[in-house]
C-alpha cells in the first residue's frame, strides 16, 4: 500500500469520526448530561426562587435589627417606670 493511498483511506475516516462527535455533542446539547440532572429551566425557577429567599433574609435581618433596638429602648423605659413606681411605693410608707 503506498503512502498516498493510506492517506486518503485516513482521511476521510478521521472526518467521519470528527463529523460523527460534533453530531452527538450537537443532537444531545438540548438535554441533561445525566439522567437524573436537572434541567436548565428548573435550575434557574430555583435560582430565582433562592435569590428570593436570599433578600427575604436579608429584609428580615434588617427588621430583627430594628426590633431589638425597639425592645432596648422598652426594657430602658420599663427599668425607669418599675423604679419611679418602687421609689413612690417606698415614699409613701
Same mark, same amino acid.
Given at each position: 500500500? @503506498?503512502?498516498?493511498? @493510506?492517506?486518503?483511506?485516513?482521511?476521510?475516516?478521521?472526518?467521519?469520526?470528527?463529523? @460523527?462527535?460534533?453530531?452527538?455533542?450537537?443532537?444531545?446539547?438540548?438535554?441533561?448530561?445525566?439522567?437524573?440532572?436537572?434541567?436548565?429551566?428548573?435550575?434557574?425557577?430555583?435560582?430565582?426562587?433562592?435569590?428570593?429567599?436570599?433578600?427575604?433574609?436579608?429584609?428580615?435581618?434588617?427588621?430583627?435589627?430594628?426590633?431589638?433596638?425597639?425592645?432596648?429602648?422598652?426594657?430602658?423605659?420599663?427599668?425607669?417606670?418599675?423604679?419611679?413606681?418602687?421609689?413612690?411605693?417606698?415614699?409613701?410608707?
Amino acid at each position: 500500500m @503506498s503512502h498516498n493511498t @493510506s492517506l486518503w483511506t485516513v482521511i476521510p475516516l478521521a472526518a467521519t469520526a470528527i463529523g @460523527s462527535l460534533f453530531f452527538l455533542l450537537y443532537a444531545h446539547a438540548g438535554e441533561p448530561t445525566h439522567p437524573m440532572s436537572a434541567h436548565e429551566d428548573d435550575v434557574t425557577i430555583l435560582q430565582v426562587r433562592v435569590e428570593g429567599i436570599a433578600t427575604d433574609v436579608e429584609n428580615n435581618k434588617f427588621v430583627l435589627e430594628e426590633v431589638k433596638d425597639d425592645l432596648k429602648s422598652m426594657q430602658v423605659e420599663q427599668r425607669v417606670s418599675t423604679e419611679t413606681i418602687l421609689r413612690a411605693i417606698r415614699e409613701g410608707r
